[in-house]
Nanobody, 122 residues
Framework: QVQLVESGGGLVQPGGSLRLSCAAS????????MGWYRQAPGKQRELVAR???????NYADSVKGRFTISRDNVKNTVSLQMNSLKPEDTAVYYC????????????????WGQGTQVTVSS
């Protein structure tokens, strides 16, 4: 069984910071690219940041210069440091793995966490 479990969401004032973390559990051999998506009420889910297994990142234009994605391939974690938060960053944030490969050879493509709420408000 594989799980992606997010943590670190919450309520923060505009200009503040939060750090989201996502940990993958299971008998994991390898995880390819990972990322963070978000979905605000009434809007489509959108990519926030993505990072390859080799730690090459890319970001949505709306978060460039404010958010930083990182990963640890040994611990099977991915994190998102969010600074200078704005009210428009308010959304449910989802951790995503493009594929998770187990030691058994089983492949889980397109795997999602359950989401964590981020609210930016004064």
């Amino acid at each position: 069984q594989v799980q992606l479990v997010e943590s670190g969401g919450g309520l923060v004032q505009p200009g503040g910071s939060l750090r989201l973390s996502c940990a993958a559990s299971g008998s994991i051999f390898k995880i390819n690219a990972m990322g963070w998506y978000r979905q605000a009420p009434g809007k489509q889910r959108e990519l926030v940041a993505r990072i390859t297994r080799g730690s090459s990142p890319n970001y949505a234009d709306s978060v460039k210069g404010r958010f930083t994605i990182s990963r640890d391939n040994v611990k099977n974690t991915v994190s998102l440091q969010m600074n200078s938060l704005k009210p428009e960053d308010t959304a449910v944030y989802y951790c995503h793995a493009e594929s998770i490969i187990l030691h058994s050879g089983t492949v889980y493509p397109d795997y999602w966490g359950q989401g964590t709420q981020v609210t930016v408000s004064s």
